[in-house]
């Protein structure tokens, strides 16, 4: 969606370094998911962000979100293996909850 | 429950011909949606609905239609298969509350030659 841009689109890191993930809106957020997908697999719900401020952490993933700047970031700490795929933010841009769009997704790849 | 279901996993179609892929949700969920996903292009929203009889539009809906005749199923159609419309198709739901979060299918991978 051009709505929702997110960046990197790609991204490679070290196995146990830390990396952020970006998703800006153009329109007002009225609520922001992230999702994850293995390649060639379908998404798995990672978390989801409501009000401003909120921040939410599930293992080693943390997400924040700033209702003013319309943005959100996606936190890693000490990046494993298992954190290798594409992150998706989706969000809902309209204030009947009825259409999430998604950003374009960030490929993230971790090097032992 | 199944959750979100989605058949065929894969298809491959001639350019022109028509096709239907089906979704269908067992948890009794109002919203439905059709996605596409493209390589570096993320999700796509096709078609919506907020219940059975509502469909509305999304980003990218030429070339598609939907219908919504019960809750639990919401198929979406190719009348003439484009080679641009191979893609992979995701179907998903979610509740009216937007404190719930969207599931998702496993995906239909389709091809038009």
């Known amino acids: 969606s051009q709505e929702l841009e997110q960046s990197p689109q790609s991204l490679i890191v070290q196995e146990g370094k830390n990396l952020t993930i970006n998703c800006t809106s153009s329109?007002?957020?009225?609520?922001l998911y992230w999702y994850k997908q293995k390649y060639g697999e379908g998404l798995i719900f990672l978390m989801m962000?409501?009000?401003?401020?909120e921040e939410k952490s599930h293992e080693k993933i943390t997400a924040k979100l700033d209702e003013k700047k319309q943005q959100s970031s996606l936190h890693i700490t000490a990046s494993q293996p298992s954190h290798a795929g594409i992150y998706l933010c989706?969000?809902?841009?309209?204030?009947?909850?009825?259409?999430?769009?998604f950003g374009q997704g960030t490929r993230l790849t971790i090097n032992p | 429950n199944a959750g979100v279901t989605q058949t065929p996993k894969f298809q491959v179609l001639k350019t022109g011909q028509s096709m239907t892929l089906q979704c269908a949700q067992d948890?009794?969920?109002?919203?439905m949606s059709w996605y596409r996903q493209d390589p570096g292009m993320g999700l796509r929203l096709i078609h919506y609905?907020?219940?059975?009889?509502?469909?509305d539009q999304g980003e990218v809906p030429n070339g598609y239609n939907v219908s919504r005749s019960t809750t639990e199923d919401f198929p979406l159609r190719l009348l003439s298969a484009a080679p641009s419309q191979t893609s992979v198709y995701f179907c998903?739901?979610?509740?009216?509350?937007?404190?719930?979060?969207?599931?998702f299918g496993p995906g239909t991978r389709l091809t038009v030659l």
């Open positions: 998903a739901s979610r509740t009216s509350g937007r404190t719930d979060t969207q599931y």
């Open positions: 329109k007002t957020l009225y609520g």
């Open positions: 962000l409501q009000k401003g401020g």
């Open positions: 989706g969000a809902d841009i309209s204030p009947g909850a009825q259409k999430l769009v």
């Open positions: 948890m009794n969920h109002e919203y």
């Open positions: 609905s907020v219940g059975a009889g509502i469909t």
